[in-house]
């Protein structure tokens, strides 16, 4: 196993944020607090608030996963206040290709491309696989981290025959409705944050690290889908 798991910022607001709705709830059950606690038309904040973690977690206010989050509660919500109507929810469907436009545009670093299965020498990895199959396999001598995306399909990111640079490096992994599968080495030192949001972050490595090398931080989230970290 890694030597180290730590929460991430994200994961610390959200409890907070679960603690204190929570105790209101707690408290309006036992009619101590004196004013009446409906959240009968209030839950799709949950959602809001669980794609405002996300966004705050990936310091990335354009992340498809946090902005689908906050829409989808934002419709929601509306609806059960009766702002529209239910049967009509499903006429917001284009907002959904107007957030992935959006995030794929302000994206904070260029997409490397290359072939699948091929081996790759850039000391930082960029994938955005989006209804498809991506399967990238590094072989730098100085892996610096990077970023993968991975929408409504399947990612695969092979860093077996890579060496980690000197130093603390990131390397953010993102899922939505998909699956993605980071391969690492034995001997390198790595830090894994997780962030499930009807998902789950499998981390399944057994760690040796070698002294004096460097480590990976890998910020791992998963919205209805699943990220599998392993040797």
């Avoid at 679960?18 to 799709?44: C, E, K, S, T, Y």
């Avoid at 284009?94 to 997409?111: D, E, H, Q, T, Y």
């Avoid at 998909?178 to 760690?207: A, Y």
Wanted: aromatic content about 8%.
């Amino acid at each position: 196993m890694n030597e180290k798991k730590s929460l991430s910022g994200g994961a610390i607001l959200l409890g907070i944020i679960l603690i204190a709705v929570g105790a209101l709830v707690l408290l309006a059950n036992l009619d101590i607090l004196p004013f009446d606690l409906d959240l009968g038309h209030w839950w799709p904040l949950i959602l809001v608030v669980l794609g405002l973690v996300h966004l705050y977690n990936n310091r990335n206010i354009f992340d498809f996963s946090g902005l689908f989050l906050i829409l989808l509660g934002v419709v929601f919500l509306l609806a059960t206040l009766d702002k529209i109507y239910w049967s009509d929810i499903w006429r917001y469907w284009p907002a959904v290709l107007i957030l992935l436009g959006i995030s794929m545009v302000f994206k904070r670093n260029p997409v490397a491309l290359g072939r699948s299965g091929t081996a790759c020498s850039d000391p930082t990895v960029r994938v955005t696989n989006i209804l498809a199959g991506t399967d990238r396999r590094i072989d730098s001598g100085e892996f610096k981290g990077g970023d993968v995306s991975n929408i409504l399909g399947g990612t695969k990111v092979d860093l077996l025959e890579a060496k980690l640079a000197a130093g603390e490096w990131l390397l953010t992994v993102s899922t939505v409705l998909g699956g993605v599968e980071i391969l690492v080495p034995r001997d390198w030192r790595i830090e894994v944050h997780p962030t499930n949001m009807l998902g789950g972050v499998d981390d399944h490595t057994r760690q040796t690290p070698a002294a004096g090398g460097g480590k990976l931080v890998i910020k791992a989230s998963a919205l209805l889908g699943g990220i599998e970290i392993k040797n």
